[in-house]
């Protein structure tokens, strides 16, 4: 059984950073796209950043490009995302999401229904 675990969430002034880890553990395969997707209150779940584990091929949505960095570590099974020059509109509840679907990264943020495995989530609070 896949499982998630994200961790490094927490409360940050606007202008902060914050990184957040996803260890997973259980893949069948060693094809997997691992994303993040956050939820605010009152709003549907979206995509953020997603990278894939055959070369590290990666997608960002317009409110993290150019801010936020994914990232994986082969050694630790676990995929980073670096949250930098964070705002107000960042705070969420932001969830790891893995799928082992023949999919690439190109539009995997779009649906959510393409992750059969997702973790408990973690709170980010953009905050003075």
């Known amino acids: 059984q896949v499982q998630l675990v994200e961790s490094g969430g927490g409360l940050v002034q606007p202008g902060g950073s914050l990184r957040l880890s996803c260890t997973f553990s259980?893949?069948?395969?060693?094809?997997?796209?691992i994303a993040w997707f956050r939820q605010a209150p009152g709003k549907e779940r979206e995509g953020v950043s997603c990278?894939?584990?055959?070369?590290?091929?990666?997608w960002h949505e317009e409110s993290a490009k150019g801010r936020f960095t994914i990232s994986r570590d082969v050694a630790r099974d676990t995929v980073y995302l670096q949250m930098d020059n964070l705002e107000p509109e960042d705070t969420a509840v932001y969830y790891c999401?893995?799928?082992?679907?023949?999919?690439?990264?190109?539009?995997?943020?779009?649906?959510?229904?393409?992750?059969?495995?997702w973790g408990r989530g973690a709170q980010v609070t953009v905050s003075t």
């Open positions: 999401a893995a799928t082992q679907r023949a999919i690439t990264v190109f539009g995997a943020l779009r649906n959510v229904a393409l992750y059969d495995f």
């Open positions: 990278i894939s584990s055959h070369d590290g091929s990666e």
């Open positions: 259980g893949f069948t395969e060693t094809y997997w796209v």
